[in-house]
T-cell receptor
Framework: AQSVAQPEDQVNVAEGNPLTVKCTYS??????LFWYVQYPNRGLQFLLK??????LVKGSYGFEAEFNKSQTSFHLKKPSALVSDSALYFC??????????????FGAGTRLAVHP | GAGVSQSPSNKVTEKGKDVELRCDPI?????LYWYRQRLGQGLEFLIY????????KSGLPSDRFSAERTGESVSTLTIQRTQQEDSAVYLC???????????????FGNGTRLTVT
């Protein structure tokens, strides 16, 4: 069975400081990992994904995420937070294609609040 | 180009009534998902369509919920005999095949906010 956990309901960070939003996962086989962001009163937007290759992936708006296979984690990071980054962030995972069609499962979400 | 379109954007219904929610995916997208998002909570998987294969219905919470998709186009999510706990935003998303690994990002609609009174 696939699962994804976001252990923090909320992350608070001062503008200009680095931010990390945590995600751990459990899947059969190799994982496909995604981060999505939901701004207030707007739909979910894709940020970045890890499929294979370099463990550090870069995405939209200066965000990046590091895939760590041994720790089954895919934490979202940004070197310098902006107030406009305040939003709800979702980690998502699906298992490797294995003859079936594995659905994409989302974590519960982490609310990021960046303070001026 | 056009994104994923959902209608209605808002629906208020009385407990016990049936509702039908519609999703128009991006043209050419073979995968279509329905998720439910209760207020302040995460995305709860409901159902997944992939091309002409049998859908993955494992997330539907009860037999009051059903969904259909015609080919690789429009999908409708039907909730029969609505209950107050059905109140939520229902999100539809689609993606293309993305090669053999089906790893293309999802494109989300703006959702239908359902309120059951």
């Amino acid at each position: 069975a696939q699962s994804v956990a976001q252990p923090e309901d909320q992350v608070n960070v001062a503008e200009g400081n680095p931010l990390t939003v945590k995600c751990t996962y459990s899947v059969s086989g190799n994982p496909y990992l995604f981060w999505y962001v939901q701004y207030p009163n707007r739909g979910l937007q894709f940020l970045l994904k890890y499929i294979t290759g370099d463990n550090l992936v870069k995405g939209s708006y200066g965000f990046e995420a590091e895939f760590n296979k041994s720790q089954t984690s895919f934490h979202l990071k940004k070197p310098s937070a902006l107030v406009s980054d305040s939003a709800l962030y979702f980690c998502a995972v699906r298992g490797e294609f294995s003859g079936g069609y594995n659905k994409l499962i989302f974590g519960a979400g982490t609310r990021l609040a960046v303070h001026p | 180009g056009a994104g994923v379109s959902q209608s209605p954007s808002n629906k208020v219904t009385e407990k016990g009534k049936d509702v039908e929610l519609r999703c128009d995916p991006i043209s050419g997208h073979t995968a279509l998902y329905w998720y439910r998002q209760r207020l302040g909570q995460g995305l709860e998987f409901l159902i997944y369509f992939q091309g002409n294969s049998a859908p993955d219905k494992s997330g539907l919470p009860s037999d009051r919920f059903s969904a259909e998709r015609t080919g690789e186009s429009v999908s409708t999510l039907t909730i029969q005999r609505t209950q107050q706990e059905d109140s939520a935003v229902y999100l539809c998303a689609s993606s293309d095949r993305g090669g053999l690994s089906y790893n293309s990002p999802l494109h989300f609609g703006n959702g239908t906010r359902l309120t059951v009174t």
